[in-house]
């Protein structure tokens, strides 16, 4: 059973960067796509970025040119590049995995997840 752990969370003031890692343990990523999602109280859970075991990337409308997904196939982990973060950037973020080799959007997609970080971003 793959299990993701997520660092990096913080709190931060706009127009920071952050970056945020996610791990794989009791197994490895392989050749599963991973993403990042995030999550505000009453809201729904928000897709970010993703990446395939081949490294191509997508992201979200609303992150583009300031979230890039990164992946070290070695080492194991993936990155979220977060930069001129914005106070609606605030949320806990995701890390998930899917037993797909192609980049997926859709949270049902994922099969691995992650417990979550928080990351606050204040004006």
């Known amino acids: 059973q793959v299990q993701l752990i997520e660092y990096g969370g913080g709190s931060v003031q706009a127009g920071d960067s952050l970056r945020l890692s996610c791990t794989a343990s009791?197994?490895?990523?392989?050749?599963?796509?991973v993403g990042w999602f995030r999550q505000t109280p009453g809201k729904e859970r928000e897709y970010v970025a993703a990446?395939?075991?081949?490294?191509?990337?997508n992201s979200a409308d609303s992150v583009k040119g300031r979230f890039t997904i990164s992946r070290d196939n070695a080492k194991n982990i993936v990155y979220l590049e977060m930069s001129s973060l914005k106070p609606e950037d605030t949320s806990v973020y995701y890390c998930?995995?899917?037993?797909?080799?192609?980049?997926?959007?859709?949270?049902?997609?994922?099969?691995?997840w992650g417990q979550g970080t928080q990351v606050t971003v204040s004006s």
């Open positions: 998930a995995a899917s037993r797909t080799s192609i980049i997926v959007t859709g949270r049902h997609q994922y099969h691995y």
């Open positions: 009791g197994g490895t990523f392989g050749t599963y796509s």
């Open positions: 990446i395939s075991w081949l490294g191509e990337s």
